[in-house]
């Protein structure tokens, strides 16, 4: 159980695109979904919380406009990234915390999406 | 500063072997550490989870120990196989403050080859 799905988990695409990135939550309802970009041999770094039917929580630093997050319903959440530029290149991950689970539970991570611009 | 380090950086053993991976953190107040296993091109799967209370818990030939006074944590993998290949990443947390946010610390991991 508890399966987070992320599509796509490969994406090449031309510099000045948007690209979109779905999240979903394939067996539980998620209230709040999380957002990570990891560059290679580095830490997970959270861009932004994203609370089902609010607005997303950015982290500092991280351009709400640059990364558009919309969690319209407990089961998908989504991050575009608006005229993605080659440093933008990285390995998306999101996450969710199922409905109910307390704080102390772990998050459920998604398997990632390698986004490449060329 | 919040931060977690983790130690050594990369370590490759035998098939069959056992190790253990040390994790450092900084991170006031703590609520509580996990140990996450990375595959390469994949999320992270929740291998432990440990409050402040907790000094030791265990998954199958994983097995976690936190020293909260001394604020390290290792994880302790037995028998390795070569499917335990694979970024091994500690996380600590602080208290739940509201909004959603989970206030997680992450490592940047070790990464671990098991050879046959």
């Known amino acids: 159980g508890a399966v987070v799905s992320q599509h796509p988990s490969w994406v090449i695409c031309k510099s000045g695109t948007s690209v979109k990135i779905e999240c979903r939550s394939l067996?539980?309802?998620?209230?709040?979904m999380f957002w990570y970009r990891q560059f290679p041999k580095q830490s997970l770094m959270l861009m932004a919380t994203?609370?089902?039917?609010?607005?997303?929580?950015?982290e500092q630093g991280v351009e709400k406009d640059k990364f558009l997050i919309n969690h319209a319903s407990l089961t998908l959440s989504t991050l575009t990234v608006t005229s993605a530029h080659p440093e933008d290149s990285s390995f998306y991950i999101c996450?969710?915390?199922?409905?109910?689970?307390?704080?102390?539970?772990?998050?459920?991570f998604g398997d990632g999406t390698r986004l490449s611009i060329l | 500063k919040n931060q977690v380090e983790q130690s050594p950086q990369s370590l490759i053993i035998l098939e069959g072997k056992n190790c253990t991976l040390q994790c450092n953190y900084t991170v006031s107040p703590f609520s509580n550490l996990r140990w996450y296993k990375q595959d390469t091109g994949r999320g992270p799967v929740s291998l432990t989870i440990?409050?402040?209370?907790?000094n030791t818990k265990s998954n199958g030939r994983y097995t976690a120990t936190l020293d909260a006074d001394t604020k390290q944590s290792s994880l302790h993998i037995t028998a390795s196989q070569l499917s335990d290949s694979a970024s091994y990443i500690c996380v600590v947390s602080v208290p739940y403050s509201g909004g959603g946010a989970d206030g997680l610390t992450f490592g940047k991991g070790t990464h671990l080859i098991i050879q046959p």
């Open positions: 440990m409050t402040f209370s907790e």
């Open positions: 996450s969710a915390r199922e409905v109910g689970d307390s704080y102390n539970q772990p998050q459920h």
């Open positions: 067996d539980f309802q998620a209230t709040t």
């Open positions: 994203s609370n089902e039917g609010s607005k997303a929580t950015y």
